[in-house]
């Protein structure tokens, strides 16, 4: 067991500092550059952006005006391990880039699925959980099965800057992709019958399954497009994303992630 892992749960949070700066090192001849890691330990504060419409993960409830989520919890966690406040901003998949280059957040925190586009232009985390596309369709409707949405004629939402779009647009051959851009939505593209299946993560399929009677939820026969799950930091902040690095396993090994991910209906989604 390491050292880390025996500490009293107040001590984790200055460990990590430790173990975070003691992964870096720099060139005698190079100029540091302050980490966010810094900036966030004496400012007491925690931007996060987050996407408030992802249910289960980090989702804004229209009745209490709260968010929720695995990731708001993740948040709230990784806030008290650094002593901070968390400030969450709203963000989403086509803006979180250009929301961390602009400094508006010092992380995603939103199930961000990591691609090769992306890393070119953000720094990942560790991967905690790992994602697959699923369908939602109408009962009764053109959709049935999964062998009845790449077809002349069918059209599927996909939510724009998202991942599962990247890859659909390269999947599907016959069928119309339409890409849904905030504050619209697919699940209301497909209430109206504007679209006839949407393609969504498992968490998606969760929050359909629940508000509408007439949502069935089509799945592939073999998991498709699995894409690791991590946060995402801006470039070249190497303390930052080994602090951020090291609270992933942390929770993992003390089950703080295990508990956040159940309670959410989310532990059969996390990465080994």
Known sequence: MSLVSRLPLTQTAAALMLGAAALTSVPATA?????????????????????????????????????????????????????ATVEFVES????????????????????????????????????????????VARKGGKVKSWADIDKPGVKVAVLLGSYIETYMKGYLKQATIVSIQPPATRESELSANRVDAILVDYPT??????????????????????TPVAYAIPQGDQVWLNYVNQF?????????????????????????
């Open 205 to 226: 399929v969760l929050r359909v399954k629940q508000e509408f009677d007439w949502a069935v939820s089509v799945e592939p026969s073999q998991k498709l497009a699995p």
């Open 31 to 83: 100029q540091p550059v302050q980490s966010r890691l810094i900036e966030i330990t004496k400012s007491k504060k925690l931007p996060v952006c987050v996407y408030p419409l992802y249910y289960a993960i980090s989702f804004r409830d229209p009745k209490s005006n709260t968010l929720t989520g695995l990731d708001i919890d993740m948040a709230k966690e990784l806030g008290k391990e650094l002593g």
């Open 92 to 135: 989403g998949f086509g803006t979180f880039i250009a929301d961390l280059q602009a400094n508006k957040c010092a992380i995603g925190m939103f199930a961000l699925g990591v691609t090769t586009k992306r890393a070119q232009v953000v720094e990942f985390s560790k991967p905690y959980m790992h994602a697959s596309v699923y369908g």
């Open 248 to 272: 992933i396993d942390i929770t993992k090994m003390d089950g703080r992630l295990q508990s956040i991910a159940k309670k959410h209906q989310l532990d059969g989604s996390l990465a080994p």
